[in-house]
């Protein structure tokens, strides 16, 4: 649960094993290369594999083939110009296959239409071939909109006819006749009028009927030849896919190495690059290099904290109960190397508030077996938060007794004497109930316990800011800061005398208390910049009027005590959350008419029931999730974590596809 160890490695040899060194690199996954300066040669080199793999992936969706990495040794290609040719090939055989369906289709379509139009003219008892061989007259047919029907009538003294087989709400099919010298105009008038000619193809020779038939058989052998080629194009493609896939991965795998090239300096036939690498990782890396050639000199340099030139790569190390929390870690920023990471505490405090926020036994284990289920069928990661999250929320609702809302079932902490009359004792004078009915009576409990927890979190954050602090050598900020040691002194001194004063009685701040206690922390956090400089031997290099540095600190310290009190109540939000979790609650039980003790289940009742606390759970489940991460981020984080690290990415090959 840590921030792992990294070791600076260098990589020289011979230009001639680059390319395998560089493959090595990416085969192992735990090598980040760096920039490696001005490289001296191919700097300008095209890369050959580039080019072809742009055209494969287009062809990779034409084929219906998802990216997918996997195994690639056996694939014998190794030069540009053998991919190119290997996937030639396969274009020219996709090509002819989809050419054969393609024509098809387009037959098929033009069939299609035809006979659709051939339907209206199924009551005209005259062949085709006789209709269209006549010498002196010329016919069309086609269909006229409706409502041009009408203006036909304005043409009745021309020496053209138009023949009504069929009606519609919107076309009017039929034929036009017209001698074949006034054709040219009958087909001016009848295009003005919108009308849709149709030409009939030559094999049409017979009757409507018989040529609706006829077509139809046509038609049917057509669809029968485009299953069997869209059949011809699945296999070819299922055939293909394992061999494609992987001549694709090794095209990718070569053009990425051949991208790793800009990084490498080169300089008299010997190249040198250099990266990161985990120092746990080193041994497999440095013998993989090594089975490259006997010539290659592999160099560890470990990174020691605070003395390495560059900014190395931070990859957390955690186990398998936090490191899903790396993720809000990453959000917030990742720590630089050789500092603290913060993930099991952000696990741990996460958990805790949000079990606490959102406590129901029900709502916990669906929320738990929700995540489960979306942990196995996707890649989200928020999936295995939700699994431990729910478990946590089980936890509370054990606290709460509440069951999907109902708190008959189990039951709550406030009706188990013994450990309530306990609670009782010990907020002494604030006139607790001693026998609450619901957890409404017992909100000064839950609300005073929020502020509890909040104040223990702020100590541990203070803790942690003025550890860390003493391990980076900060010794000033480490003593004197507000979130050091006489923050710490004085947040604690305030929160135990009040308590003392107001939940017992006990007049703790006297004057010995308070100047100790109290003013002796606000005069240390006041002078922290030059008792700090005292304390480390430093000048200040900032020179300051005693007005400008009472005004400047007294501002400073101001604002301290205000993010003191608000984020000491920004806790009450815990509370405010438990509370109106059991208020939406009773809300779905008076809906399912079960308020009331002793009301019947009904369908109603479980219906209602079910709404509800689907509804409950997708609305307060993304609150209280989101109002978790604020406390994280704003309350805990402010106080001791800063971020500013990289994330350490090894070469790797990775397909377009992949997510």
Same mark, same amino acid.
């Given at each position: 649960?840590?921030?792992e160890?990294?070791?600076?490695?260098?990589?020289?040899?011979?230009?001639?094993w680059?390319d395998?060194?560089?493959m090595?690199c990416?085969d192992?996954r735990?090598?980040q290369? %760096?920039?490696?300066?001005?490289?001296l040669?191919?700097?300008?080199?095209?890369n050959?594999?580039l080019?072809?793999y742009a055209?494969?992936?287009?062809m990779?969706v034409?084929?219906?083939?998802?990216?997918?990495?996997c195994?690639?040794?056996?694939v014998?290609?190794e030069?540009?110009?053998d991919?190119?040719?290997?996937?030639?090939d396969?274009?020219?055989?996709?090509?002819?296959?989809?050419?054969?369906?393609?024509?098809v289709?387009?037959?098929?379509?033009?069939h299609?239409?035809t006979?659709a139009?051939l339907?209206?003219?199924?009551?005209?008892?005259?062949?085709?071939?006789d209709?269209?061989?006549?010498?002196?007259?010329? +016919?069309?047919?086609?269909?006229?909109?409706a409502?041009?029907?009408?203006?036909?009538?304005?043409?009745?003294?021309?020496c053209f006819?138009f023949?009504?087989?069929?009606?519609t709400?919107?076309?009017?099919y039929?034929?036009?006749l017209a001698?074949?010298?006034?054709?040219?105009?009958?087909?001016?008038?009848?295009?003005?009028?919108?009308?849709?000619? %149709?030409?009939l193809?030559?094999y +049409?020779?017979d009757n409507a009927?018989?040529a609706?038939?006829?077509?139809?058989?046509?038609?049917?052998a057509?669809?029968?030849?485009?299953?069997?080629?869209?059949?011809?194009?699945?296999y070819?493609?299922d055939? +293909?896919?394992?061999?494609f896939?992987?001549?694709m991965?090794?095209l990718?795998y070569?053009?990425d190495c051949?991208?790793?090239?800009?990084k490498v300096l080169?300089?008299?036939?010997?190249?040198?690059?250099s990266?990161?690498?985990?120092?746990?990782?080193y041994?497999?890396l440095e013998e993989a290099?090594?089975?490259?050639?006997d010539?290659?000199?592999?160099?560890?340099?470990p990174?020691?904290?605070g003395?390495?030139?560059?900014?190395?790569p931070?990859?957390?190390?955690?186990?398998r109960?936090t490191k899903?929390?790396?993720m809000?870690?990453k959000?917030?920023?990742?720590?630089t190397?050789?500092?603290?990471?913060?993930?099991?505490?952000?696990?741990f405090t996460?958990m805790?508030?949000?079990?606490i926020?959102?406590?129901?036994?029900?709502?916990?284990l669906?929320? %738990?077996?929700?995540g489960?289920l979306l942990?196995k069928?996707?890649?989200n990661?928020?999936?295995?938060?939700m699994?431990?999250?729910?478990?946590?929320s089980?936890?509370?609702?054990?606290?709460?007794?509440?069951v999907?809302?109902?708190?008959?079932l189990?039951?709550?902490?406030?009706?188990?004497e013994?450990?309530w009359h306990?609670v009782?004792?010990?907020f002494?004078?604030?006139?607790?109930?001693e026998?609450?009915e619901n957890?409404?009576?017992?909100?000064?409990?839950?609300?005073l316990f929020?502020?509890g927890?909040?104040?223990?979190?702020i100590?541990i954050?203070?803790l942690?800011?003025?550890v860390?602090n003493?391990?980076?050598g900060?010794?000033?900020?480490?003593l004197?800061?507000?979130?050091g040691?006489?923050?710490i002194?004085?947040?604690?001194?305030?929160?135990v005398g009040?308590?003392?004063?107001m +939940?017992?009685?006990?007049?703790?701040?006297?004057?010995?208390y308070?100047?100790?206690?109290?003013?002796l922390?606000?005069?240390l956090?006041?002078f922290?910049?030059?008792?700090?400089n005292l304390?480390?031997g430093?000048k200040?290099?900032e020179?300051?009027?005693v007005?400008n540095?009472?005004?400047?600190?007294f501002?400073?310290?101001?604002?301290?005590?205000?993010?003191?009190l608000?984020?000491?109540?920004?806790y009450?939000?815990?509370?405010g959350?438990?509370?109106?979790?059991a208020g939406?609650?009773?809300?779905?039980?008076?809906?399912a008419g079960?308020?009331?003790?002793g009301?019947p289940?009904?369908?109603?009742?479980?219906?209602?029931y079910?709404i509800?606390n689907?509804?409950v759970?997708?609305?307060?489940?993304l609150?209280?999730?989101?109002?978790?991460l604020?406390?994280?981020?704003y309350e805990i984080?402010?106080?001791?974590?800063?971020g500013?690290g990289?994330?350490?990415k090894?070469v790797?090959i990775?397909?377009?596809s992949? %997510?």
């Amino acid at each position: 649960m840590a921030i792992e160890k990294m070791s600076l490695v260098s990589v020289e040899g011979s230009v001639e094993w680059l390319d395998e060194a560089l493959m090595r690199c990416c085969d192992s996954r735990q090598f980040q290369i %760096t920039t490696g300066g001005a490289v001296l040669r191919n700097l300008n080199e095209q890369n050959p594999y580039l080019g072809t793999y742009a055209k494969v992936r287009d062809m990779a969706v034409n084929l219906n083939i998802k990216a997918e990495y996997c195994d690639f040794k056996y694939v014998p290609y190794e030069t540009g110009e053998d991919f190119e040719r290997y996937f030639e090939d396969i274009g020219k055989r996709y090509d002819e296959i989809n050419a054969q369906r393609e024509q098809v289709a387009r037959m098929l379509e033009e069939h299609r239409e035809t006979d659709a139009y051939l339907k209206h003219l199924l009551g005209m008892d005259v062949s085709f071939k006789d209709l269209f061989g006549l010498k002196y007259v010329k +016919l069309r047919i086609g269909r006229l909109p409706a409502e041009n029907e009408s203006k036909l009538g304005y043409y009745v003294s021309k020496c053209f006819v138009f023949l009504p087989f069929e009606k519609t709400s919107d076309y009017v099919y039929g034929i036009y006749l017209a001698p074949k010298s006034l054709v040219d105009f009958a087909d001016s008038v009848m295009n003005s009028l919108c009308f849709e000619r %149709t030409v009939l193809p030559n094999y +049409l020779e017979d009757n409507a009927e018989n040529a609706d038939k006829k077509l139809a058989e046509r038609i049917a052998a057509e669809e029968k030849e485009q299953t069997r080629i869209e059949h011809e194009l699945a296999y070819f493609t299922d055939e +293909l896919r394992g061999e494609f896939n992987a001549v694709m991965c090794k095209l990718k795998y070569k053009s990425d190495c051949f991208e790793l090239r800009k990084k490498v300096l080169i300089s008299d036939d010997k190249f040198s690059f250099s990266g990161f690498c985990p120092t746990g990782e080193y041994k497999k890396l440095e013998e993989a290099l090594k089975k490259v050639s006997d010539d290659l000199r592999v160099l560890e340099i470990p990174v020691e904290k605070g003395k390495a030139r560059v900014d190395v790569p931070v990859r957390l190390k955690n186990n398998r109960l936090t490191k899903p929390f790396e993720m809000f870690v990453k959000m917030y920023g990742l720590p630089t190397y050789g500092t603290f990471d913060p993930t099991p505490y952000v696990a741990f405090t996460y958990m805790i508030l949000f079990g606490i926020m959102f406590g129901d036994v029900g709502q916990g284990l669906v929320v %738990t077996l929700l995540g489960l289920l979306l942990t196995k069928l996707t890649k989200n990661g928020l999936a295995p938060i939700m699994t431990r999250l729910g478990i946590f929320s089980m936890a509370g609702g054990c606290i709460y007794g509440s069951v999907f809302g109902i708190e008959t079932l189990i039951k709550p902490i406030y009706h188990r004497e013994e450990i309530w009359h306990s609670v009782c004792r010990l907020f002494g004078n604030l006139g607790i109930p001693e026998h609450p009915e619901n957890i409404f009576q017992a909100a000064t409990v839950v609300l005073l316990f929020s502020l509890g927890i909040g104040i223990i979190l702020i100590l541990i954050s203070m803790l942690f800011n003025t550890v860390l602090n003493f391990r980076a050598g900060k010794k000033g900020e480490a003593l004197f800061a507000v979130n050091g040691v006489a923050g710490i002194v004085l947040y604690a001194s305030l929160v135990v005398g009040l308590i003392c004063q107001m +939940l017992y009685g006990i007049p703790l701040m006297n004057a010995a208390y308070i100047i100790c206690l109290i003013v002796l922390p606000v005069l240390l956090i006041f002078f922290k910049h030059p008792l700090s400089n005292l304390i480390s031997g430093k000048k200040s290099e900032e020179k300051m009027s005693v007005g400008n540095f009472i005004i400047e600190n007294f501002i400073e310290l101001f604002e301290s005590a205000i993010s003191f009190l608000s984020n000491t109540m920004s806790y009450l939000r815990v509370g405010g959350f438990v509370l109106s979790h059991a208020g939406f609650m009773l809300v779905v039980s008076q809906l399912a008419g079960t308020a009331n003790s002793g009301a019947p289940i009904t369908v109603k009742t479980v219906i209602v029931y079910i709404i509800g606390n689907a509804i409950v759970m997708g609305i307060e489940g993304l609150l209280v999730g989101i109002q978790v991460l604020r406390l994280e981020f704003y309350e805990i984080f402010s106080r001791f974590y800063e971020g500013g690290g990289t994330d350490f990415k090894p070469v790797e090959i990775k397909l377009d596809s992949e %997510t």
